[in-house]
């Protein structure tokens, strides 16, 4: 890497408004698995703030765009989706909860994730960026890039759809979006939220005796198998299109349509809560788990955008779907936390 670029990289001086850096860098020296880059970092433990801040997000939290009163009273829901645009204030996040209407992108989405193409690693392991980026009052959360960019704001409350962007508000808030129920019958044609409802918001416990193609999670407790593990897993649906990808027998077909829910096989599961409910603040204590082959193989979030660790589990480790037998479901690969 250019010397410039690592510079760049290092001297991230410049504010997005309402999303601070908690953390600062530590002596690292990693690569992107792949691509054979290489980057060294060293400073001094002082906090930094985030660089090359687009031009369309410096303004993101600008006292003249946070409404002073509700400006979806009376909303035409047709013509908000129209012509839509992510939440731009944390305020603005709360109009729109209240209104049952989406605060973050809408893209529709296939189930396997798009990857950065640049995943820091060090000596075979992925780096999970340790980083945080909240403002004071931790009602927001900025999604970054690989390089420690930044993408987009999350707002705690708001309605959150694409995998991006629930991944990176359940690291950051431990809970889930507004447009989430925890059922898994509930018709959109029932629910304020329409098209946007997700369901299952549901306790995950990684019962693999039962379910014996799924892997172990990390430090998992269940109420099932004596177990050492302190944190408490939860699931939640990803609204994706190709719901029948991971199986070979791909076909279009939405999530929600507005009138039905077909739920396919992709899932977030997350560490909610430590066992016997206690509260869980630290985001890097936490994990958060994708998995798009209904529970076969799973991939850590790394906290940046497109960041997923290496699948681990059922048909990565040559098993066949859902098969009954525990033979082939691979080991968690350890990710290495360093701050971006």
């Not at 640049?118 to 075979?124: A, D």
């Not at 898994?184 to 369901?199: A, D, E, F, H, I």
């Amino acid at each position: 890497m250019k010397k410039s670029k690592i510079v760049s990289f290092l001297l991230l001086v410049f504010l997005i408004p309402g999303c601070s850096n908690t953390s600062s860098f530590s002596d690292s020296s990693f690569s992107s698995a792949g691509n054979g880059n290489v980057l060294s970092s060293s400073s001094s433990s002082s906090d930094y703030q985030l660089s090359s801040v687009s031009s369309t997000n410096k303004d993101l939290d600008d006292p003249s765009i946070i409404p002073t009163s509700d400006p979806y009273t009376d909303v035409d829901v047709d013509a908000f989706y129209s012509d839509y645009k992510p939440a731009t204030s944390y305020q603005d996040s709360v109009y729109r909860t209240s209104h049952h209407l989406m605060s973050g992108s809408i893209s529709s989405q296939t189930q396997r994730p798009n990857l950065a193409s640049y995943q820091p690693s060090y000596q075979g392991k992925y780096i999970r960026n340790a980083t945080t980026y909240f403002n004071d009052d931790k009602t927001s959360y900025c999604l970054v890039d690989s390089a420690g960019n930044y993408v987009s704001t999350i707002y705690k409350g708001g309605g959150y759809i694409t995998l991006n962007e629930v991944a990176c508000y359940l690291y950051a808030f431990g809970d889930i979006p507004a447009n989430y129920v925890s059922g898994k019958g509930t018709s959109p044609k029932n629910n304020p939220w329409g098209k946007y409802l997700v369901l299952n918001h549901s306790f995950f416990n990684d019962d693999n005796t039962h379910w014996l193609y799924e892997p172990d999670l990390p430090d998992a407790w269940n109420n099932n198998k004596k177990t050492s593990g302190t944190k408490k897993y939860y699931e939640i649906d990803i609204a994706t299109t190709g719901t029948y990808e991971y199986s070979g027998n791909y076909r279009i077909s939405e999530y929600n349509d507005g009138s039905s829910i077909n739920r396919g096989g992709s899932r977030i599961v997350y560490t909610k809560t430590f066992k016997g409910d206690i509260e869980m603040p630290d985001p890097n204590v936490r994990y958060v788990f994708y998995t798009y082959n209904h529970y076969n193989d799973f991939s850590e979030f790394l906290n940046y955008a497109g960041g997923y660790g290496s699948l681990f589990g059922n048909l990565s480790g040559g098993g066949t779907l859902d098969n009954a037998t525990n033979q082939y479901a691979t080991s968690y690969p350890e990710t290495i936390k360093q701050n971006f």
